[in-house]
């Protein structure tokens, strides 16, 4: 870890310690996301551009450098870490990467400054893991592009002012026809569906995304009808976010657990002095590290540009799944206690299911996974 990594992970963990603690009960209770103001604040702070180019606002700083942000405010609360994430990790940097020149100077600064946000709008109620069976679709009309189509399952939806919405862009078929266009929110004709209520994810808002004849202008095209394979090349980014907040979450419950086998005692000695215990919580250590490695390792491949997709799904696998069984260890050396709110386990068992879902499941990864090994693709209809 270099010194720029440990200085700005220790400015994070000061900020979530003295500004977001205090708040994530009550967002989690409430299911109320971040405050506009707050988010602002996470601008001034410069962390909202630290992987984001200088000229546009941002530190220009490698990858690693966000998802320590990230993974700080994520161990305390993960609606302060989104807002870094969809930022660093999300939909701002396939503008950055895949956008023109006048859309990175329309967008990137305002994203930078928490003046606005970007949500990414890709899955539908029939198109989930099999994103290319999207049916939302986007026509041309002189310079104007028309769309229709529900976008579900969207983080951030009705809150976010920018929509980077996956749709298609010509009739060809399968992902030749699937484009990127980005539409403001107050746009006639788009709406978003109530609320979901979640398991998890509490605070970070999720809800069905409708476009109802939507005008949005043709130099909102970010990536034009067969580009999907450039849109989810970025995408490995927001994997590498993903996999940090899963390392969060888990980091998380392992530091209370930690502590609270050291502090709480059963026939008179503290819980650790067990050698049951010991193997729980070692297993867990054993488990958090090996997540850790292979993230550290994915982001390295990220220096350079785009990240190695193979070692971003390895990583992200791992720590997904990591996330639920670590959680799961740190309630059962809880007891009754890991059971309750007030010991904070329950909800980072509850956030973990979240994380393992988005973003392409442990499964879909796996599949990946051999893909990439194997240097070939598996058609999935046959």
């Known amino acids: 870890m270099t010194d720029d990594i440990r200085e700005i992970r220790r400015l994070a963990a000061q900020v979530a310690a003295d500004v977001y603690a205090p708040m994530a009960d009550e967002l989690d209770a409430e299911r109320r996301p ?90 539908e109620p029939d198109a989930g893991s099999a994103a290319t069976d999207m049916r939302t679709s986007a026509k041309p009309v002189d310079d104007t592009y028309v769309i229709n189509g529900t976008k579900r399952w969207i983080s951030n939806g009705g809150e976010a002012d920018l929509y980077l919405t996956y749709t298609r862009l010509s009739d060809a ?91 709480r005692e059963q026939f008179g000695k503290p819980l650790v002095e067990f050698q049951s215990v010991q193997t729980n919580l070692a297993d867990m250590v054993l488990q958090v590290e090996a997540a850790r490695a292979l993230l550290e390792k994915a982001a390295d491949s990220a220096d350079t540009g785009l990240p190695d997709p193979f070692k971003v799904s390895l990583a992200k696998c791992t720590a997904n799944e990591m996330a639920k069984r670590v959680t799961d260890l740190g309630m059962q050396l809880h007891g009754g206690n890991g059971y309750t709110e007030e010991y904070g386990l329950e909800r980072l068992h509850r956030d973990s299911h979240g994380w393992a879902i988005a973003g392409g499941t442990p499964a879909m990864q796996r599949t990946r996974i051999v893909s990439e090994l194997l240097g070939r693709r598996f058609d999935q209809r046959r």
């Not at 601008?43 to 984001?52: D, K, N, R, S, V």
């Not at 220009?60 to 994520?74: C, D, K, R």
């Open 173 to 263: 078929p399968g992902s030749k026809g699937i484009g990127g266009i980005v539409v403001e929110k107050g746009t006639p004709g788009l709406s978003f569906g109530a609320q979901e209520k979640l398991m998890g994810f509490r605070g970070i808002p999720s809800a069905d995304v409708i476009f109802d004849d939507v005008v949005a202008p043709a130099d909102n095209v970010v990536v034009p009808a067969g580009g999907f394979g450039k849109l989810f090349g970025v995408f490995s980014i927001e994997r590498l976010g993903n996999t940090t907040m899963s390392l969060a979450v888990a980091q998380a419950a392992l530091d209370r657990t930690t502590a609270y086998v050291q502090e």
């Open 34 to 123: 971040l405050p506009v103001e707050e988010r602002k604040r996470l601008g001034e702070l410069g962390f909202l551009g630290i992987a984001l180019p200088e000229e546009f606002g941002g530190s220009g700083a490698p990858i690693s450098h966000a998802l320590a942000v990230i993974e700080e405010l994520g161990k305390v609360c993960r609606p302060a870490a989104f807002q870094v994430f969809e930022s660093n990790t999300g939909p701002a940097q396939v503008i950055n990467h895949l956008g023109t020149e006048q859309q990175r100077r329309r967008w990137l600064p305002d994203i930078v400054a928490g003046e606005k946000t970007m949500a990414v709008a890709i899955s």
